[in-house]
């Protein structure tokens, strides 16, 4: 018998040996070994977790004298907060959590709880998660609305009616009617913010839609993109890559930084944009100060009726465009300048410059 047979009658057996295993009942009331329970087994644990599971705990707490603020730490699906309570801080927290089982995916989910720390005026809650499967943990609570609301790695928020919040979430975002200020960071989501006395937050990849603050606004903004309205009080703005659009501020405005879109209409205070490889665009219907400094990217200033002011543009390695008004720069080598007074009353004064990238002046 050559070694090719020998090979064949050994593949056999293996082939035999294996549908044996898989096929054959297990003995009873021994452990042998089954190479059948052995993939079966396999089999089970990259199904993962089937069950599903959920625990519905309800709680009230009366508010300790002295205290200043709720944080609420690793709620990891949703929170929902509203001032509207009086003297206790009432909470739905659920619970949704996998398992082997649906037994064991709702023992999971009862493992997960919302743990109280009275830390000096803060009164922490703290979601603790069991180490095995997977849980979801949502929060609906009632505050009293002078309380601070302190969100700590948590994702998708609505807070309503409260003193003031502090932000350190990711997703959907929605505060509204928030009576004091707003700061911490965002990020990978819709921030909105209606009604607060100031806000003062870093965003990261963001898409902020922000109204109605009163005393200011002071953004370190990256990515993204983020919309102010209706909103007063001195502005600071950072960006990188950020598409920010302001509309109608009352105060003084000034937006540093780099790459990305500005776009101004309608300012009301004293207004200086300096950022590199920025298209700018500032829309004016009465005349205040204006710096604005971009390089590489247009610079564009509107003219909605007749404001009156001093301009001074100067664009280097580039040109500068005036039709609408039938003005020509002079132009000396690649740069260019132009020194207007447009109307009678022009005590503002708007300095625009630009390199490598065009001015132009225009009506709406």
């Not at 993939?39 to 200043?68: H, Q």
């Not at 700061?183 to 990849?205: E, N, P, V, W």
């Not at 005393?215 to 990256?222: E, K």
Request: aromatic share 4%.
């Amino acid at each position: 018998m050559g070694k090719r047979e020998l090979f064949i009658i050994l593949w056999f057996v293996v082939v035999g040996t294996l549908a044996f295993q898989f096929t054959a009942p297990p003995a009873t009331g021994t452990s042998s070994f089954s190479l059948g329970r052995f993939f079966s087994r396999a089999r089970s644990e990259m199904r993962g977790n089937p069950g599903r599971g959920v625990n519905v705990t309800k709680n009230s707490i009366p508010v300790p004298a002295g205290l200043r603020e709720v944080r609420l730490i690793g709620i990891n699906e949703a929170v929902t907060v509203v001032g509207d309570s009086k003297t206790t801080i009432d909470y739905d927290f659920s619970v949704s959590s996998t398992g082997p089982d649906d037994a064991a995916a709702l023992a999971l989910a009862k493992e997960t709880v919302l743990g109280r720390d009275d830390v000096a005026d803060s009164l922490v809650l703290r979601a603790k998660y069991p180490e095995t499967g997977s849980q979801r943990s949502t929060v609906t609570m009632h505050v009293p609305p002078g309380l601070l609301v302190h969100l700590e790695s948590s994702s998708d928020a609505t807070v309503t009616a409260v003193a003031g919040v502090h932000l350190e979430a990711s997703g959907d975002v929605t505060l509204t009617d928030i009576t004091g200020g707003v700061t911490g960071a965002h990020q990978d989501g819709d921030l909105t913010i209606i009604g607060a006395r100031s806000i003062k937050l870093r965003l990261l990849r963001s898409k902020g839609r922000l109204s109605k603050i009163t005393d200011g606004l002071t953004l370190d903004a990256r990515g993204g993109d983020t919309e102010v309205t209706e909103s007063a009080g001195a502005m600071e703005v950072d960006e990188v890559r950020n598409e920010l659009t302001v509309t109608g501020h009352r105060g003084p405005i000034a937006v540093r930084g780099n790459d990305g879109r500005v776009t101004i209409r309608q300012p009301l205070g004293e207004t200086r944009v300096d950022v590199r490889r920025a298209e700018v665009e500032v829309e004016i219907n009465r005349a205040v100060p204006l710096t604005l400094i971009t390089s590489e990217e247009p610079l564009r200033l509107v003219l909605e009726g007749a404001p009156a002011f001093t301009l001074d543009a100067a664009a280097s390695s580039a040109a500068i465009q005036a039709v609408d008004f039938d003005l020509k720069p002079e132009v000396s080598e690649s740069d260019a300048r132009l020194s207007h007074v447009f109307g009678a009353n022009n005590d503002a004064k708007i300095t625009l410059r630009n390199t490598r990238g065009d001015i132009i002046l225009r009506k709406k």
